[in-house]
């Protein structure tokens, strides 16, 4: 049996949702990851110093005497978001990034921002003050097809971004392109992007061949083979711009599979570690893992790296059909199927 010893890995962008979820999300993310980027697009968004407060004693009641795990909090730009906020954010201490929205983007995007212009003015604060932009990079329009919002995105937005603000540090999060990988490999270290383990793991085919299937349907949608493969070879690279970010985003049953549409979100973090190593090893590149999973991430926040360790051997396990989630279930990836390798301590 083989196994792999790495510094003990965070989440850099997951979704934990809140009340009657809150427990089952937290529960799994804290099984061995030391820190995680909270998300803040919940209903009614985190907008507030004092809502990410609020929020983040909820989840710290959930695994007091536990564990270890250490959530960091993000808040929700809005066209409304006042200069006086982001200087509340950095002095908090516990708020780690400014969550850009696209309004209608994604999931609890609505109360986004509408046009980027309107918060270059924000921007220009997190530049001087140091704070991290965390980007969700798809346009909205309509008109532009939805396999190509991501590059559009670059196109329109990112580039002016980076050029107007040079010393702003960026996370592109979840990348899902070739062209988002190479524009971000090009760029200064104060560009980072994550990668979710489902973009290396599926592409188009997975989702809309044979049957649609609602578990892989996520935003930004998965691409054709050439991305995946693509950002395999960003992710296992080595290179520090890239690092963990599962954007593990759970929907119960419910709302995925619905007559009136399939919510947009993959959940993958009962098993995230355990297929981010799938991935590498079937790279052949299990040696660059620790540094996309355990290093690459805390070195771009400005944060200490983990200083204990896990171990995980390739020993399989199945994933169960379903969870329980709320009143409902949930349908993760690799639901009633065989994960390669197992963490053992
Ligand atoms: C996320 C969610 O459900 O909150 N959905 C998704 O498809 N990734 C939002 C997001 O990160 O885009
Ligand atoms: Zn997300």
Not at 87 to 102: C, E, N, T, V
Not at 254 to 265: D, I, L, M, V
Not at 276 to 296: G, K, V
């Amino acid at each position: 049996m083989r196994s792999i010893s790495i510094t003990r890995p965070d989440d850099w962008h997951i979704h934990l949702r809140d009340g009657e979820y809150l427990a089952a999300t937290v529960k799994d993310v804290s099984r061995y990851f030391g820190r995680a980027i909270v998300m803040p697009n919940l209903t009614p968004p985190i907008t507030s110093v004092q809502d990410a407060k609020n929020y983040m004693v909820r989840i710290n009641a959930l695994i007091e005497g536990v564990s270890d795990f250490k959530p960091l909090m993000t808040l929700y730009l809005t066209d409304q978001t006042r200069p006086q906020v982001i200087r509340d954010a950095k002095r908090s201490g516990f708020i780690q990034a400014m969550k850009f929205y696209p309004a209608g983007a994604t999931t609890n995007s609505d109360a986004g921002v509408k046009s980027i212009e309107n918060i270059f003015h924000l921007l220009e604060i997190m530049e001087k003050e140091n704070l991290v932009l965390a980007i969700h990079g798809e346009v909205t329009d309509h008109s532009i097809d939805i396999f190509d919002r991501e590059k559009a995105f670059i196109d329109r937005h990112l580039v002016r971004i980076c050029k107007t603000f040079p010393n702003l540090r960026v996370v592109f999060e979840h990348i899902s392109t070739n062209d988002a990988a190479t524009f971000v490999a090009e760029s200064t270290s104060n560009i980072g992007a994550t990668i979710t383990a489902h973009h290396l793991l599926f592409n188009r085919n997975h989702l809309l061949s044979e049957n649609l299937k609602p578990a892989y349907y996520c935003l930004p949608v998965l691409k054709r083979d050439t991305h995946q493969q693509g950002l395999i070879k960003a992710a296992t690279s080595g290179d520090a711009h890239f690092f963990l970010g599962t954007d593990s985003a759970p929907h119960p049953r419910f709302a995925k599979e619905s007559a009136c549409g399939c919510a947009a979100g993959a959940y993958t973090s009962h098993a995230a570690i355990e297929l981010y190593t799938e991935i590498f090893d079937r790279a052949d590149r299990l040696d660059h893992l620790e540094a996309f999973a355990s290093h690459n991430g805390p070195d771009f926040y400005g944060l200490p790296r983990n200083t204990d360790r896990i171990t995980l051997v390739d020993k399989s396990w199945e994933v169960p059909p379903y969870y329980t989630f709320g009143k409902d279930s949930l349908v993760p990836i690799r639901a009633g199927e065989s994960v390669f390798w197992t963490v053992v301590g």
